[in-house]
């Protein structure tokens, strides 16, 4: 069979055009403190493992921080002294419910991220298809572009919006 037909492992992990997709249900057990390395195959299993481990934490944590930051703002008392403690109240209140919707739409990208695991699209650039990067993926791992591809967007969105 070529490398650019389609391989089912036992284990569920699909291989297409020399990409691998893991599927939610396959479990991989990494060692522990493992860390992808350059000179393991870009996306193997174990990598695509890693990222997605590293990306359900994150997400368990902000769906903790969101659920703790409702709570906060269900207890507080709305029956403030004086104006000054409730403009105060206001103002923090706010500021955590930017903070919630920002969580939302991390998260949003988190699920992104672990769809594309699952699809064998993730760690590479959605523009050029080239390789993202480990280095970039473990500092940033719901990214979907090369740090050039990145660079390039943010260029343009600075010159349309002047």
Known sequence: MNSTASNTADNGITREDGRYALPASTVIDLPKGYKPGSDEEYMSPRHLAYFRNKLKDWREQLVEESRQTMD???EEVRDVGDEAERATRETENSLEL??????RKLISK???ALRRIEEGRYGFC????EEIGVERLDARPIATLTLDAQERREHLQKQMGD
Request: aromatic share 6%; no cysteine.
């Open 110 to 112: 988190i699920d992104k």
């Open 72 to 74: 906060n703002l269900r």
């Open 126 to 129: 959605e523009e050029t298809d």
């Open 98 to 103: 930017r903070t919630r919707d920002r969580y």
